[in-house]
């Protein structure tokens, strides 16, 4: 494996790990009822029960943790010019260590 392709799945075990503590500091104090603690497989609206504005804050969140403004979270959470009705946390880390990687 090349340095390069070393340095990307370390990029990705990060964000998935700052996603994951974004994701808990934000739900800490909701009573969810969450087996195995948020994982990758963890939907945002049916496991943690985000609401719209919950959605607000966890851009908001991501953007100052990673320190980059503007990422362009439409095409996550939109598809065919509908919201999408559930995000899964490794679809968000996807789209950020996709999106993180070209800022760069």
Excluded: C
């Excluded at 739900?27 to 029960?49: F, P, S, V, Y």
């Excluded at 010019?81 to 990687?101: C, H, K, T």
């Amino acid at each position: 494996m090349s340095e390069t392709e070393n340095k990307m799945i370390l990029d990705r075990a990060d964000i998935q790990l700052k996603v994951i503590n974004v994701l808990k500091d934000m739900t800490i104090d909701w009573e969810l009822d969450l087996q195995g603690g948020i994982n990758m497989k963890t939907r945002l609206m049916e496991d943690l029960a985000f609401e719209s504005l919950d959605i607000v804050q966890l851009v908001v969140s991501l953007e100052k943790t990673f320190e980059q403004n503007g990422l362009p979270f439409a095409r996550l959470f939109m598809r065919d010019d509908e919201y999408v009705d559930e995000i899964l946390v490794g679809e968000l880390v996807d789209f950020l260590a996709e999106n993180i990687v070209r800022h760069e």
